[in-house]
């Protein structure tokens, strides 16, 4: 090997600049609203159906009261995950779509779904053997 090229790999890397504590802020913000179940289940039915109502959602994620969805639904569109429209109509009509940046949380996301299916039996497994151990 050259000299030129032993000296490239043996200087040190430079160190990395300091993260933006804003980018660090919005990570530590989305985990905490992802990790959230209902956020996680609600962005599955979106990505799935397109366009939901507020009662079509409500029937398609088990378990999640009004209020929370409510909550979720908000926080979702505050942070620009969800577009929310209402209709002019009586009795009022509202739809719920991703925006391009909740989609582009989804297909973020989606490597955990692909994760989960690759390692259910090793999970699973792992489980079974601490629960027999405790």
């Known amino acids: 090997m050259p000299a030129s090229e032993k000296t490239a790999l043996a200087a040190p890397l430079a160190p990395a600049a300091p993260p933006d ?4 802020a919005l990570v530590t913000d989305l985990i905490g609203r992802v990790a959230d179940k209902w956020t996680l289940l609600v962005l599955e039915e979106l990505e799935d159906h397109k366009v939901l109502r507020f009662t079509e959602l409500a029937r398609l994620v088990p378990g999640i009261s009004q209020k929370m969805l409510t909550q979720t639904l908000r926080a979702m569109e505050r942070d620009g995950l969800v ?3 209402v209709h002019p109509v009586i009795p009022p009509k509202v739809e ?3 925006t391009g940046l909740g989609q582009g949380l989804g297909e973020a996301f989606c490597g955990v779904w692909q994760w989960a ?5 090793k999970v699973e497994g792992a489980r079974s053997a601490f629960d027999a151990r405790v």
Do not use: G, H, T, W
Not at 21 to 24: A, D, F
Not at 117 to 121: D, I, M, T
């Open 21 to 24: 504590p804003r980018v660090e």
């Open 83 to 85: 577009d929310r429209k």
């Open 117 to 121: 299916e690759a390692n259910l039996e």
């Open 96 to 98: 719920y779509r991703l």
